[in-house]
């Protein structure tokens, strides 16, 4: 896709949800998707190879959750894979503290030459998993809000989340559109890890037909210690 193009549909998709560039960030999302395109190649990073379809599936659903972001905020991106949500909010919002953490090192030293291209500031990456991370006391309850666009269902994610989040702040784990059942299923994990549902967020992609939900978890009271559990429990055993 040609630059031009580019620029006009990542325009006109983000203006369907309130959100608009400068020049500078515009580039940086052109050069972002070239590189992912260009890696994608060499290690497995996304299924999705259409420009199009990266720029609404990955960079737009990425930055619908931006308006949660509150100025200056230290995020974590859980399960970042090829950076997102992460890097599209870090290109709109040069503010942020942001930390990235991916289980593989290949995908992280993905993130680093991003990072580097982009000439992003203040953005660290872990190469970890999110059970021993919210362990280590150097990260654990310290950051403002915690997000993931992983697979996995609410319980297992809330508990890679919920525990990273400082007591006043949010986790938002960014689901698809069936989430009643699986909502209902994750109450009593929510509860135990010290977090309450303060808003759930449902809305479509724009110019497209895809259903998305944002789950917004306030955290009320710390986690309990033994809590996240050791790496691979909370995505067998959920808290149920």
Do not use: C
Request: proline content about 4%; overall charge positive; cysteine-free.
């Amino acid at each position: 896709m040609e630059k031009e193009e580019f620029k006009k549909t990542i325009t006109f998709l983000a203006k369907e949800i309130d959100i608009g560039f400068n020049e500078e960030q515009i580039e940086k999302f052109y050069k972002y998707m070239q590189l992912l395109l260009e890696w994608n190649e060499k290690i497995n990073l996304t299924a999705i190879t259409d420009p199009k379809e990266i720029i609404l599936k990955h960079f737009i659903d990425s930055l619908t959750i931006l308006k949660y972001i509150k100025k200056g905020a230290k995020v974590i991106d859980v399960g970042t894979g090829a950076g997102f949500p992460g890097i599209p909010l870090k290109i709109l919002r040069d503010d942020i503290n942001l930390t990235l953490l991916d289980s593989l090192n290949k995908r992280i030293n993905f993130l680093k030459l991003v990072i580097d291209e982009l000439k992003l500031k203040n953005v660290d990456t872990i190469h970890g998993r999110a059970e021993e991370i919210g362990k280590n006391k150097r990260y654990r309850e310290s950051f403002d809000i915690s997000f993931s666009r992983a697979v996995a269902n609410l319980s297992t994610l809330s508990e890679y989340l919920i525990p990273l989040v400082k007591i006043g702040g949010i986790s938002i784990s960014m689901k698809g559109s069936e989430i009643k059942e699986e909502i209902e299923k994750s109450k009593k994990a929510i509860t135990l890890l010290g977090g309450n549902i303060n808003k759930i967020d449902f809305f479509e992609l724009p110019q497209s037909d895809i259903k998305r939900n944002l789950i917004i978890i306030e955290k009320e009271k710390s986690t309990p210690a033994k809590f996240p559990r050791k790496p691979g429990l909370p995505s067998k055993e959920p808290i149920l």
